[in-house]
């Protein structure tokens, strides 16, 4: 496994100077993001297209600083009701992929989006009981004629540049969200769809991250290393099911934080081994998404965690085996 980060959080950097100082930092792997939510401060694909140059300069300036790239990054919700809103992020997936095929990657990172509840709607609707059945009626036409055939053809799509890795980020709001949502939509489309397993969003859901990657294996193409801590106090009293601002510390169910600050060495230990005995062996890629660290102490702070829970070397044979 190699230690990775996310570096949207270093917009304000140059490529340059965000790779001189994560080398520094000992990381091996970058996660770029190239269009979506995540912007592409560090990488614009259209320019990269248009400039075959641009690609070259950029490979060497990551061969200088001992880099590698684990992933393109692309959030967005392709299948959003807004026919303006899902071209963009289909447009911006599109070419995540087309500019990963000049870096020779295969893995581009995403949402799986989620639709409205009917033809013409407004906004999405992400539906989270099966009653009233009206519910159910919304999840058949979100599946069946708006979320399978876009993710059938977006793979296609996607293939035709060499991207073969889908690796959908498993977040509430879209309609892939879980272990079983995840896994059907992967038996709907094929092997071309897989998870960035992201735990922070497993934990406050209630899942067991060791389990879900149990049972995702085969079906792991990128990690996310981010942190949740559920306060347990407001959860009693409200449930998990949260709108309050991510600012709102200490009234929130639950906070994103930088790993360990939520869960101890003992559970990142389990859920690294858990990736490796399933086969696991890409980056692990933090994403700093803590609303009570800078940015430099957030990176920080998880590197050094990183560095004594990750298993880096592959495993020997066992001398009495």
């Known amino acids: ?9 270093l917009y ?21 993001g190239v269009g979506g939510f995540v912007g592409n401060t560090h990488l614009n694909p259209r320019e990269f297209l248009a400039d075959p140059g641009k690609v070259s300069a950029y490979k060497e ?13 692309a959030h967005a919700n392709p299948v ?7 071209a963009k992020a289909h447009e911006d997936f599109i070419d995540a992929c087309k500019i990963a095929q000049k870096f020779g990657l295969d893995t581009v990172v995403t949402f799986s989006g989620c639709p409205g509840d009917q033809p013409g709607a407004k906004y999405p609707n992400w539906v989270t009981c099966p009653w009233p059945d009206d519910f159910l009626e919304i999840l058949k036409y979100q599946w069946n004629d708006v979320l399978v055939p876009y993710w059938k053809n977006a793979a296609r799509e996607a293939a035709a540049y060499g991207v073969t890795k889908i690796a959908l980020e498993l977040h509430p709001g879209f309609c892939v969200y879980s ?3 995840l896994l059907h939509l992967r038996e709907e489309v094929g092997d071309a769809i ?16 060791v389990e879900a990657i149990r049972s995702m294996q085969g079906a792991i193409y990128h990690f996310h290393a981010k942190d949740t801590k559920v306060n347990a106090r407001n ?3 409200n449930g998990v099911l949260d709108t309050d601002h991510y600012g709102k510390i200490l009234d929130r169910s639950w906070i994103f934080r930088t790993v360990g600050y939520g869960h101890d060495y003992a559970v990142w230990k389990d859920i690294i081994s858990t990736l490796r005995a399933v086969g696991y062996e890409g980056a692990i890629s933090i994403e700093h998404e803590d609303g009570q660290m800078s940015v430099k102490e957030g990176l920080e702070s998880a590197i050094k965690f990183l560095k004594n829970v990750i298993l880096f070397e592959k495993p020997a044979d066992m001398w009495w085996a």
Do not use: C, R
Not at 1 to 9: A, D, E, N, R, S
Not at 12 to 32: D, N, R, W
């Open 194 to 209: 897989g998870a960035n397993f992201d735990p922070s969003h497993l934990f406050w859901q209630g899942m067991n991250p």
């Open 12 to 32: 304000h950097m140059s490529p340059e100077e965000a790779f001189k100082y994560l080398s520094g930092l000992g990381v091996q792997t970058v996660e770029i």
């Open 235 to 237: 959860v009693e009293v």
């Open 1 to 9: 496994m190699k230690l990775g980060v996310l570096t949207v959080p």
């Open 179 to 181: 272990t079983k949502t």
């Open 80 to 86: 959003h009701p807004n026919k303006e809103t899902a």
């Open 61 to 73: 300036l990551l061969a200088k600083y001992n880099l590698e790239i684990s992933a393109l990054s």
